[in-house]
């Protein structure tokens, strides 16, 4: 069984910065981490390796330096990392990474199943998958929360979280999933694993090295503009009414009673 698994990097949420002139962000010298809802994907992968047999690769699209990330996963027990990284991708939005990352899964050949996260904490669309899936034409589950089922040669069964509860889905493989929290909790890299993954050679795939549109690729190519970045401003201030004893909550109910009054939000009639 030939499970693949798109991850990314993304910055630390307290890294997050945007360029207000192309909309886009700003990921040069950001600390980053693997995206956290990937490693959901990760274990997802893991286990049903060491359920059913077969091997695991992990890519991930981005600068050269992303290459940590599917050293990472490799550590939590994917086998094979694959790098998708040229200048041409750059400003990729969710249409145009999903389609440059299936023709990526496309160089790999045969696969079984693709199983993605829910979504991106920097981006947080959740269409990366559905568009991989939409690209290469596969059946496909999202919000997947337990996978009862795997028969490799046949199919599996998957538990969707939806908001009345859980959808049961038989689907054909190959498919391609993204999972949600629910599915199983993350292991950690062990120390063989850091020393297996240290020493892997990850694969190098360039622009030149897949078959892509050019209109389809990077900033130019993604149909989503971002037309304006604004700061949100935190404008609302507060009076901080202290009771440090009985004798001063008499006069703090009275504070937040007048203060109630003033802005109308106390029952018709005001106060009694």
């Not at 990097?9 to 890294?15: L, R, W, Y």
């Not at 991708?89 to 899964?105: E, P």
Request: with cysteine; hydrophobic share 45%.
């Amino acid at each position: 069984m030939h499970i693949v698994v798109p991850i990314k990097q993304v910055p630390e949420t307290s890294n997050v910065k945007m360029d207000p002139v192309t909309g886009t962000m700003i990921r040069a010298g950001v600390g980053t981490v693997v995206n956290p809802l990937d490693l959901f994907a990760i274990e997802t992968a893991v286990r049903l390796k060491e359920a059913h047999g077969g091997r695991i690769t992990t890519l991930t699209m981005g600068p050269r330096g992303a290459d940590k990330a599917l050293r990472e996963a490799m550590a939590m027990g994917c086998d094979d990392g694959v790098l998708v990284s040229d200048r041409a991708f750059a400003g990729s939005d969710s249409w145009a990474t999903s389609y440059t990352l299936s023709q990526a899964i496309r160089k790999l050949g045969e696969f079984d199943l693709i199983v993605a996260g829910e979504r991106a904490t920097d981006g947080d669309t959740g269409q990366v998958g559905p568009g991989i899936a939409a690209w290469l034409d596969l059946p496909l589950a999202t919000y997947v929360a337990a996978i009862p089922r795997v028969e490799p040669a046949r199919g599996l069964t998957v538990e969707r979280l939806v908001e009345e509860g859980y959808q049961v889905l038989d689907l054909p493989l190959p498919a391609l999933i993204t999972v949600v929290k629910e599915v199983a909790a993350p292991r950690l890299p062990t120390l063989r694993g850091k020393k297996r993954a240290k020493a892997a050679e990850i694969t190098l795939f360039t622009a030149a090295d897949l078959d892509l549109e050019p209109s389809y690729l990077g900033l130019k190519g993604s149909p989503t503009k971002v037309v304006k970045v604004a700061t949100p401003r935190v404008t609302r201030g507060g009076t901080l009414v202290r009771a440090p004893d009985e004798d001063a909550v008499a006069d703090a109910v009275e504070a937040l009673l007048a203060f109630l009054d003033a802005r109308d939000l106390l029952p018709t009639g005001g106060r009694a």
